[in-house]
């Protein structure tokens, strides 16, 4: 079965930094693009920045020269470097990835998410 499980979050002052990580289990073939999103209290998920199998990455317009996002696919893992937080961070932050089970089949899977709390 496959999972994604993240960690990293917590309690930080506004302008701290944080570092998300985010690691992939169970038995697949291989792991395609992978993101971090968010969802606040009483908005929608957001994406936060992806970023391809290639390197290729892509920021929310919110987060861009703050945010760094990277992987290493030899862990299996997905990192966010958040820094100058802001209050308007304040959000559950979920890990995708869109997994390729086997030839021909992929599926996107989610973690279970972890806060960040940035206080003012």
């Known amino acids: 079965q496959v999972q994604l499980v993240e960690s990293g979050g917590g309690l930080v002052q506004a302008g701290g930094s944080l570092r998300l990580s985010c690691v992939a289990s169970?038995?697949?073939?291989?792991?395609?693009?992978m993101g971090w999103y968010r969802q606040a209290p009483g908005k929608q998920r957001e994406l936060v920045a992806e970023?391809?199998?290639?390197?290729?990455?892509n920021y929310a317009d919110s987060v861009k020269d703050r945010f760094t996002i990277s992987r290493d696919s030899a862990k299996r893992s997905v990192y966010l470097q958040m820094t100058s937080l802001k209050p308007d961070d304040t959000a559950v932050y979920y890990c995708?990835?869109?997994?390729?089970?086997?030839?021909?089949?992929?599926?996107?899977?989610w973690g279970q998410g972890t806060q960040v709390t940035v206080a003012s």
């Open positions: 995708a990835a869109e997994i390729i089970l086997n030839i021909g089949f992929k599926r996107q899977y």
């Open positions: 169970g038995s697949f073939f291989r792991i395609s693009d």
């Open positions: 970023i391809t199998s290639g390197g290729t990455t």
